[in-house]
C-alpha cells in the first residue's frame, strides 16, 4: 500500500529566486524528444536543465543529489484533463488539494477544466485561477469555455482569455449542441492557434442513461448510454475542424467507434488530437458489479471490445494522450442509489500506476511511448514548451519506481475527494519524486 505519510515532503514553489543546483543520479532516463533511454545522470541549475550526462562534472560534484538507481527519469507528466472545482465547489477540491495530488501522482503541470461554479469563461477568472495557482507544487493551465456559462448559446471572449493564460478552450462536461456556434468557435480558435476540447455526447439520445447501453445495462436494469451518443459529436466535430482547418482535441475517448472515427479523420490529414483515460485501458462495464458508484463516470465503462480499440488506438497514437478526467466528488454525491450518484472518478494519484499496470507491463505500450503520451503529448497539444529534458530546458521532471507494487487506498490519497474507481486493485509503479523548477516538489517516503 503506498501510504500518504507524515514525512512524504511537500515544499512550495518559490519563483521569486533560482533553484539551487541539483543532481538526479544513476536514474534510467526516458527521453523521447532526444531520443535518449539509458542510464545517466541528469543536472539541473537556476531552475533549467544543464544537462543528460554519463559523469557530474566537477562542478556538481558537491550539489545536492537525489539517488534515482532502479528508476526512471522522464520529462515531468503532464494531465491535461482535471477539475479542481475551484471556484464554486471548494468542498469536492481546491486548487491547492488538486495539486498536492497532481504532485503525488507524478504531474508536475496540469490543464483545469472551465466547467466550475462559475465557470471559466472571461479573463478575470483566468486570472483568478492562476493566481491561485502560484507557489503551489504543480503547474497550472486554465482552459477557459467556449460558451458563456457553458451555455451553448453565445462565445465566451476567446482572445481575452488566451491572452489571460488561457491554454484551450472547452464546453467540457457539455457538447456544443449548435453547430454555428461550435463552427464559429472553431474559426476563432484559428486566430490563437489553441485547441478547442471536444466533449462529445449528444444529450438527446444519452439523456437520462448511467451505464453503457447494452447486455449488462439489460441484465442489471439500468438505463443505458449507447456508443452512438458519443460517435455521433465525434463525426460531426472532425467533420467541421476538417471544414474549418482549425485543431481540435476529442476527449475522454470511450468506444471503439470512436477510435476509428479519429484514426480516418487523422489519415485524411485532419488537424484532431484525442485523449482517453485510464479507466477506459482498465475497466469495462460489467466491473460496476453491484452498482458501484465509483465506476459512474461520462461517458461510461464500455464494452471488452471498445477497451481493446481504446488500448489498440493508445497503441498505436491514434490517441494521443492519456489524461485522468480527474472529477473529485463529496461523498454525499457517491454513496447514494447508483441512478442518483453523480458521474465522476477522481485519477491523478492512480493514473500512472494503472497505464504501467495495465499497458507498460503488458508490453503494450512502451516506456518512451508511455512518456510521449503523459508528457511530450499534452505539453505539445497545450503549447506549453516542455516535455523533454535538453539543455536550457524547464527542469520538470518525474522520477518513476516502476516496480513497485501497492494497492489503492482512498484513504491515503492527497486529493480532497475519496471517488476513485481502482479502490483496492494492486498495481505496480507509482512516481517517487516531482521536480518542478528544478525544486523537489514532492518526495515519497514509503
Known amino acids: 500500500m503506498v501510504k500518504k505519510r507524515e514525512n512524504d515532503a511537500f515544499i512550495r514553489c ?36 544543464f544537462g543528460v550526462v554519463d559523469e557530474v562534472p566537477a562542478e ?35 486548487i491547492a488539494t488538486g495539486t498536492r495530488a497532481a504532485a503525488a501522482g507524478g504531474f508536475t503541470a496540469v490543464a483545469c477544466m472551465p ?56 464546453d467540457d462536461g457539455k457538447s456544443v449542441a449548435r453547430t454555428n456556434i461550435m463552427r464559429n468557435a472553431l474559426n476563432y480558435s484559428k486566430s490563437f492557434n489553441i485547441p478547442v476540447i471536444c466533449h462529445c455526447e449528444d444529450t438527446a439520445i444519452s439523456q437520462k442513461g448511467h451505464i453503457n447501453e447494452g447486455v449488462f445495462s439489460t441484465h442489471i436494469g439500468i438505463r443505458g448510454i449507447p456508443t452512438i451518443a458519443e460517435e455521433i459529436v465525434v463525426a460531426r466535430d472532425l467533420l467541421l475542424a476538417e471544414y474549418t482547418g482549425a485543431r481540435i482535441h476529442i476527449a475522454h475517448v470511450s468506444t471503439a467507434g470512436s477510435v476509428r472515427l479519429v484514426r480516418e479523420a487523422k489519415a485524411r490529414g485532419v488537424n484532431v488530437t484525442a485523449e482517453t483515460c485510464p479507466h477506459y485501458v482498465a475497466l469495462i462495464d460489467e466491473d460496476i458489479g453491484r452498482y458501484d458508484t465509483n465506476k459512474k463516470m461520462n461517458p ?20 494521443d494522450v492519456v489524461a485522468s478526467d480527474h472529477a473529485p466528488h463529496v461523498p454525499e454525491e457517491k454513496d447514494v442509489e447508483f441512478e442518483a450518484a453523480a458521474f465522476g472518478v477522481i485519477g491523478l494519484e492512480t493514473s500512472l500506476g494503472v497505464i504501467l499496470t495495465f499497458m507498460v507491463h503488458k508490453g503494450l505500450l512502451s ?37 513497485a507494487p501497492w494497492s489503492v487506498d482512498a484513504r491515503n490519497f492527497y486529493s480532497k475527494s475519496r471517488n476513485t474507481a481502482f479502490e483496492g486493485m494492486k498495481l505496480q509503479g507509482y512516481a517517487s519524486g516531482t521536480i518542478v523548477g528544478g525544486r523537489a516538489v514532492f518526495n515519497r517516503k514509503v
Open 367 to 403: 516506456p518512451l511511448q508511455m512518456v510521449e503520451r503523459m508528457s511530450v503529448a499534452p505539453n505539445r497539444i497545450l503549447g506549453l514548451g516542455g516535455g523533454f529534458l535538453s539543455r536550457g530546458a524547464c527542469a520538470d521532471i518525474t522520477i518513476i519506481d516502476p516496480q
Open 115 to 170: 466547467n466550475t461554479q462559475p465557470a471559466l469563461d472571461e479573463e478575470s477568472k483566468i486570472r483568478y485561477v492562476i493566481q491561485r495557482g502560484e507557489n503551489c507544487p504543480s503547474r497550472i493551465y486554465p482552459v477557459g469555455a467556449i460558451t458563456k456559462g457553458l451555455e451553448g448559446e453565445e462565445l465566451a471572449p476567446i482572445g481575452e482569455m488566451v491572452h489571460a493564460g488561457a491554454r484551450a478552450v472547452s
Open 60 to 94: 556538481f560534484a558537491d550539489a545536492p543529489a537525489i539517488d534515482a538507481a532502479g528508476k526512471w527519469v522522464v520529462p515531468g507528466l503532464v494531465d491535461m484533463h482535471v477539475h479542481l472545482r475551484e471556484p464554486g465547489r471548494e468542498d469536492k477540491e481546491t
Open 14 to 49: 518559490d519563483n521569486s529566486r533560482p533553484a539551487p543546483p541539483l543532481v538526479i543520479r544513476q536514474g534510467r532516463v526516458i527521453d523521447p524528444v532526444n531520443s535518449i533511454d539509458r542510464v545517466a545522470q541528469v543536472i539541473c541549475t537556476e531552475g533549467k536543465i
Open 300 to 319: 461510461p465503462l464500455r464494452t471488452d471490445r471498445d477497451r481493446t480499440a481504446v488500448i489498440a488506438g493508445v497503441t498505436d497514437n491514434t490517441i
